[in-house]
């Protein structure tokens, strides 16, 4: 997959069999991310190391910048990094919708920002989407019209909006076994709104819930209620 930002340079992206991006390469520097805690820019090298507490990033190490303390909002988006003895480095405010604020500041340390995403050189928010072809779900959900549980495949056409955080952390049931299946993470629970395509063919408007933590993904998405 390849994207040309705004500044007319393309960046090029590799993904795994499960539908995680591994590498970026823009400007013939390719950087690997391992398990969402490791970047590592091949040439020229540089390793970026980051730690978690509670499934969030809370610090990053590298040559350049050696320990910086990662400062997060409720959302789990980046406001300021500082030094060990608590100095500012750098620190930036978002509007809700993402974007950085005209008197925002900036952070260039690190790559995370908005709720937790990576922000990648193209401006765009890297929220963990598969690519296509992966983005099919089959899981167990209810027909909001016949109230009877099937099991139902479905695919999901177009973007989901309306995104919602329901839960975060410690306060979703399922955060353990979340960690122990698909690894450690700041796993949040959200719901949306998207078109789906299921199994007969036909198109509906449907709720969507899934679980989404930075660097592995979005998992296990489910049709809540069916809105057409």
């Known amino acids: 997959m390849r994207i040309t930002g705004g500044d007319s340079v393309t960046e090029a992206y590799a993904y795994d069999a499960a539908g995680t991006r591994v590498i ?12 969402g805690l490791v970047e590592e820019d091949v ?31 409720h959302l789990g988006s980046v406001t300021k990094l500082t030094t060990s003895s608590g100095a500012v480095v750098s620190w930036q405010n978002d509007t809700p919708w993402g974007d950085l604020r005209p008197d925002g500041g900036g952070i260039s340390q690190t790559t995370l ?12 928010l890297f929220c963990e989407e598969p ?7 089959r899981t167990l959900t209810v027909d909001a019209v016949s109230a009877i549980t099937v099991r139902m495949a479905f695919e999901i056409v177009g973007p989901i909006t309306n995104i919602e955080t329901i839960a ?22 959200r719901k949306g ?22 660097g592995i993904g979005r998992k296990e998405l489910k049709i809540k209620r069916f809105l057409s």
Request: hydrophobic share 35%.
């Open 24 to 35: 970026r390469t823009r400007g013939g520097v390719a950087t690997a991310s391992l398990g």
């Open 43 to 73: 040439s020229p090298s540089a390793t970026r190391t980051l730690y978690q507490f509670d499934g969030q990033v809370i610090a990053q190490r590298d040559a350049a910048n050696g320990v910086l303390y990662v400062h997060s909002d």
């Open 113 to 124: 920002n908005y709720t937790g995403q990576r922000r990648d050189d193209t401006g765009l």
């Open 131 to 137: 690519p296509p072809h992966l983005r099919g779900a």
């Open 168 to 189: 975060i952390g410690n306060a979703i049931r399922e955060v353990a076994r979340l960690r122990k299946q698909y690894g450690v993470g700041r796993w949040r629970k």
């Open 193 to 214: 709104v998207a078109l789906v395509r299921l199994a007969t063919g036909s198109i509906r408007e449907a709720e969507i819930h899934w679980y989404e933590a930075a």
